[in-house]
């Protein structure tokens, strides 16, 4: 192709581009305002950005709950020190309020897929030191009972994985599945939560999760209960490492 050509070509292809801004202008997938230039080549604008990416408290480490800045949480913390996790860590955008929370219920609902991406890439930019740590293999949304996946018409929490693994150049794959039906979490005490999850999740076979480092994803975390089944599922069948990744940690009622 010549060279004048090839500008043609370029001209034509960012007119096109044009055009369809102009047909479909970019839109923030919280607020649904129109994206400013500068906001381009984001997914939200600059004030959902401020209100979804808040300051973070410092956190335990093992279990994510918020602390004070001078808490000894070498151990864990003083919710979390007698408990015993198949996960190494938990990382998160945010806390279960305000506008995440109002963002991830959102999520829930089928049709949603630009909010969640949108939520799973401020994830992501937020958390890109300790994603870079760990070095995860492979990504793994939590999964739902099929019942319940039906009903909804999505599972945000695969969704969000999907999209993890996507800017992290890893695959995603479906290592877990549910083994029965359990009460929702909500509403439920701490100790009645983990009776409600435990043996809830079986490792898929045929994966291959032996020697895998597992970055495990999902929408909100609590007690980290469901969290806590999913990764010694992964753990009994092999996998080297768990990481859990979730959007919002509920402080609520953790034990
Ligand atoms: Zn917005
Ligand atoms: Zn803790």
Not at 88 to 93: G, M
Not at 154 to 168: K, V, Y
Not at 234 to 244: D, E
Request: hydrophobic share 45%; glycine share 8%.
């Amino acid at each position: 192709m010549s060279g004048v050509a090839s500008v043609r070509k370029g001209l034509f292809r960012r007119a096109g581009g044009a055009a369809l801004d102009v047909l479909f202008p970019p839109r923030c997938a919280y607020c649904q305002g129109d994206l400013a230039e500068s906001e381009i080549c984001a997914s939200v604008c600059a004030l959902c950005r401020y209100k979804l990416v808040r300051d973070l408290a410092p956190c335990c480490r093992k279990c994510g709950a918020p602390v004070g800045a001078l808490a000894d949480v070498r151990e864990g913390c003083g919710r979390c020190r007698d408990r015993k996790f198949q996960f190494q860590s938990v990382i998160y955008l945010g806390l279960y309020v305000d506008d995440l929370r109002s963002a991830v219920l959102r999520a829930k609902h089928p049709h949603q897929d630009l909010l969640t991406d949108a939520l799973a890439d401020l994830l992501v930019d937020r958390q890109a030191p300790a994603l870079a740590d760990f070095r995860a293999e492979i990504a793994c949304g939590v999964p739902m009972h099929w019942r319940r996946r039906w009903l909804r018409g999505t599972n945000s929490a695969e969704r969000m994985a999907g999209r993890l693994a996507r800017r992290l150049s890893i695959p995603t794959l479906p290592l877990l599945r549910r083994t029965r039906a359990t009460q929702m979490q909500a509403g439920l005490s701490p100790a009645e939560r983990q009776a409600n999850m435990r043996g809830a999740f079986a490792a898929r076979r045929g994966q291959p999760i032996g020697g895998a480092r597992v970055l495990l994803v999902d929408d909100v975390m609590t007690t980290g209960a469901t969290c806590g089944e999913c990764a010694k599922a992964l753990v009994a069948s092999g996998a080297a490492a768990v990481m859990v990744a979730v959007v919002a940690r509920a402080e609520g009622t953790q034990s």
